[in-house]
């Protein structure tokens, strides 16, 4: 299968980074220019309209939650400045700080209740309201405290709080209470500046300096990248493996390009299970038919191939489940898929062509060319549609929200059998952690053997990291707070 690029796109963009030197020239003063790539910066409520990347970005910088993730990807305080874990696991209880909105006017704990009930409320499209099914109330218990009730214990629940989509604000506009305050902002750039801590003291906070502040960009890929390669931007975030191959026509310093650690699920899920995916064996070939290996090598080195779903344990009663399929010997899995595939063609003469659902970008083009490769071995064309058009595979690229086997299991099925799927909706209402971690097990098998996933790697996420970025790190969320970039705000 060869993979064509459009000349007339792609020309006059690699002539414009090819000019490009390889040197960081940036000086350490003046605003730090982060580049988001992933739609504009106009938000919305996320329990009505999903938020894109660049949109998540100026949530999390301008409307915290009650928690928050560092550079590092761990907790820290946000609107909540302390919080209590009781009643083994079944009670978090908040007190918040003297926060304000961006108008001055202190944020109160009702304001707080009923942001993050509308946004976990049974018809809000909040991406996360499925994962947190177990809260059973939030309530106010003073001006300053509140308490999260739950039906489950959840240990992870702090993670999906530090979520850009669970930020508390006040709508029309959406205005929150920090890290940052917006001095003006457009639909693709806004001027971003730390907001002042309401509970210091007006002598000990310093005079903002240009190097507090952050001009934040929505934009495409490869004008961020042009941007960062001419040095007119500190921060290129947001990269996935679908842009990924505009980096081979720069010149960018390898001290200069990052790569998160990022934990979640990157492979194909089979959204048709009709015609010739009806049948297990046939969805398992198809997993065994893929050179994974010949595919992320084709991205980088560093990328490695996975064929299980779940990473690690995580709170599954077992360990990852190793697919049937990955016992026996690559040339022998071969001629087992052929042999199906040929019986299949007996009986339904002509092509056996299957539709591959991918995003825009030279790098969706490599994977469905890699994919194509290794199904064409197998007597199986592929054809690429978009990812809104009927398809029988769709490739699933998403960074897990929080440490839990159910987000992976449930992510992967879209659909699965009946097997599996109860078996998802079992550990979701377990009533302790024992049997939550058996359900889990039992789904994981279960989906393993309904072969409704086809993993292929975990996501691959980029960035471009000037050296005065000192604060900048990697982490398993691949998520980095404009707060958190150069210097700790005053």
């Known amino acids: 299968m060869t993979i064509r690029l459009n000349p007339r796109v792609t020309a006059p963009l690699i002539a414009a980074l090819l000019l490009t030197t390889a040197c960081d020239k940036r000086r350490d003063a003046g605003r730090v220019v982060v580049s988001a790539i992933g739609g504009d910066l106009v938000i919305g409520d996320p329990s009505r309209t999903p938020l894109g990347h660049a949109a998540r970005l100026m949530m999390d910088a301008t409307a915290q939650g009650l928690v928050r993730f560092d550079a590092s990807g761990q907790i820290e305080p946000g609107i909540a400045e302390r919080w209590i874990v009781i009643d083994d696991g079944m009670s978090y209880i908040f007190r918040l700080r003297d926060a304000e909105w961006s108008n001055g006017e202190p944020v109160t704990a009702a304001e707080v209740v009923a942001v993050l009930r509308r946004q976990i409320a049974p018809r809000s499209r909040n991406p996360l309201a499925p994962y947190l099914s177990a809260i059973d109330e939030i309530v106010e218990m003073t001006p300053e405290v509140i308490e999260v009730r739950l039906k489950r214990p959840r240990p992870d629940l702090l993670k999906l709080f530090a979520q850009p989509e669970l930020a508390v604000f006040r709508a029309r506009p959406v205005v929150g209470s920090g890290p940052m305050r917006v001095l003006r902002a457009t639909r693709d750039e806004a001027l971003l500046r730390p907001a002042v801590d309401p509970a210091r003291s007006p002598d000990d906070v310093a005079d903002p300096i240009p190097e507090d502040d952050v001009r934040l960009i929505g934009e495409r890929a490869a004008r961020a990248i042009a941007r960062f390669a001419a040095g007119q931007s500190d921060l290129v975030t947001g990269g996935t493996f679908a842009d990924w191959p505009l980096l081979a026509t720069t010149t960018i310093a390898p001290v200069n390009r990052k790569l998160d650690p990022a934990a979640g699920l990157f492979g194909l899920v089979v959204t048709n299970r009709t015609g010739f995916l009806a049948d ?105 549609v978009g990812m809104d058009d009927p398809a029988d595979l769709r490739l699933i690229d998403a960074v897990a929200p929080y440490d839990s086997a159910r987000w992976y299991l449930a992510t992967a099925c879209a659909p699965c059998g009946e097997e599996a799927t109860a078996a998802i909706e079992a550990a979701r209402d377990a009533p302790d952690m024992a049997s939550r971690g058996q359900r889990l097990a039992e789904a994981d098998f279960a989906l393993a053997a309904d072969a409704a996933f086809i993993p292929i790697a975990r996501p691959l996420r980029w960035s471009l990291v000037a050296i005065r970025l000192r604060q900048w790190e990697p982490n398993t969320r691949g998520w980095h707070p404009l707060n958190h970039l150069r210097a700790v705000p005053n």
């Open 280 to 384: 297990a064996k046939a969805r398992a070939a198809i997993s065994a038919a893929l050179d994974r290996q010949s595919i992320v090598s084709a991205f980088l080195p560093e990328w490695t191939p996975v064929s299980q779903i779940l990473p690690e344990q995580l709170d599954s009663g077992a360990g990852p489940i190793i697919p049937d399929w990955f016992a026996p010997r690559p040339e022998e899995r071969l001629q087992a898929v052929r042999a199906l595939v040929g019986a299949w063609r007996s009986v339904h003469p002509g092509p056996l062509t299957l539709r591959l659902a991918v995003p825009a970008g030279p790098g969706s083009t490599m994977l469905y060319g890699l994919v194509g490769a290794s199904l064409a071995t197998m007597g199986i064309r592929l054809q690429r």
